[in-house]
Structure formats: C-alpha cells, structure tokens
Nanobody, 115 residues
Framework: QVQLVESGGGLVQAGGSLRLSCAASGSNPSINSMGWYRQVLGKQRELVADIRKIGSTGYADSVKGRFTISRDDSKNTVYLQMNNLKPEDTAVYFC?????????WGQGTQVTVSS
C-alpha cells in the first residue's frame, strides 16, 4: 500500500512556472515507476511524464523541453518542474506510483494557466 500526497498546483500566467511535488509514504523499493498524468474535465487522463526505477524518464510530446521530472529518493518524492506554461496545460494533475500489479494515485492538484 502506498499513499501519495501532492502539492504545488495553483494559478499562473502563461509563460510562468510551477513545481509539483508528490511524496510517497514510507520506503518503497518495489515502486517500478512514478509520474504524472493530467486530466481536463470531459477528456481522458493523459500521461505527462514518468520516471522509472532505473532513472530513465519519458515525456508527452506536448511538454517536451518545458517540463522536467525528477526524484529525491531520500525524501521518497517526485517533482515535476513546469516551465513556459501555456493555457492548454490547464488541468488537474495526478501523481501515480506503479507497483506491479497495482497503480496508486494521488488526490490531484489543479493547475490553471491564464492567458
């Protein structure tokens, strides 16, 4: 069982930056990957970025070059640094942790980018 607590969402103007944090409870060496999805009301949840146990990362094409995912294993925390934000980045961002065969989700944090 893993509990995820997110923070860092908010309102920002286009071109601005935000950093999201996702803290996982306890030490979880069995976590295969962690990352972020986002969802706009009425649309499917989409993968934004992920970071795997070995440290490799992946990004959605729409955020490449603007977002950076990283982790601090000493704090069991994953970060999403979001730069040059655009209005189309507005969504609820959900952190996840994958421990095969289960996936755990955070509560979601709202990111709103004004034009």
């Amino acid at each position: 069982q893993v509990q995820l607590v997110e923070s860092g969402g908010g309102l920002v103007q286009a071109g601005g930056s935000l950093r999201l944090s996702c803290a996982a409870s306890g030490s979880n060496p069995s976590i295969n990957s962690m990352g972020w999805y986002r969802q706009v009301l009425g649309k499917q949840r989409e993968l934004v970025a992920d970071i795997r146990k070995i440290g490799s990362t992946g990004y959605a094409d729409s955020v490449k070059g603007r977002f950076t995912i990283s982790r601090d294993d000493s704090k069991n925390t994953v970060y999403l640094q979001m730069n040059n934000l655009k209005p189309e980045d507005t969504a609820v961002y959900f952190c996840y942790a994958a421990l095969w065969p289960d996936i755990y989700w955070g509560q979601g944090t709202q990111v709103t980018v004004s034009s």
